[in-house]
């Protein structure tokens, strides 16, 4: 199982940034997916998550302003983060993650497989 996240960046505040996340290696129906993020000298926080059954969901710091997506191409899921209105405040390294629990998926425990990180930065 691989993910593969890219798309990070250097913007100003009110800019707009997409992430992509490739996952592939894993039997796609089975699994959640999920944004997170991480700022220096933070815990890893939920950003948005799609269920097993394609309900998507998000923080309330994001809510209106991110929006995620998922696209099934033959053995591969594409993974994307529409990020608008970035705010300093949204700076950290973002991370893509899949996993086959169906529960507490704003939860980091819950998945399993994880990419490496894209870091985003946004300047005021």
């Known amino acids: 199982v691989q993910l593969q996240a890219s798309g990070g960046g250097l913007v100003q505040a009110g800019d707009s940034l997409r992430l992509s996340c490739a996952a592939s290696?894993?039997?796609?129906?089975?699994?959640?997916f999920g944004w997170f993020r991480q700022a220096p000298g933070k815990e890893r926080e939920f950003v948005a998550r799609i269920s097993r059954g394609g309900i998507t969901s998000s923080a309330d710091s994001v809510k209106g302003r991110f929006t995620m997506s998922k696209d099934n191409v033959k053995n591969t899921v594409y993974l994307y983060l529409q990020m608008n209105s970035l705010k300093p405040e949204d700076t950290a390294v973002y991370y893509c993650?899949?996993?086959?629990?169906?529960?507490?998926?704003?939860?980091?425990?819950?998945?399993?497989?994880w990419g490496q990180g894209t870091q985003v930065t946004v300047s005021s």
């Open positions: 290696g894993l039997s796609l129906s089975y699994y959640a």
């Open positions: 993650a899949a996993g086959t629990s169906t529960y507490y998926l704003d939860a980091a425990s819950s998945y399993d497989y």
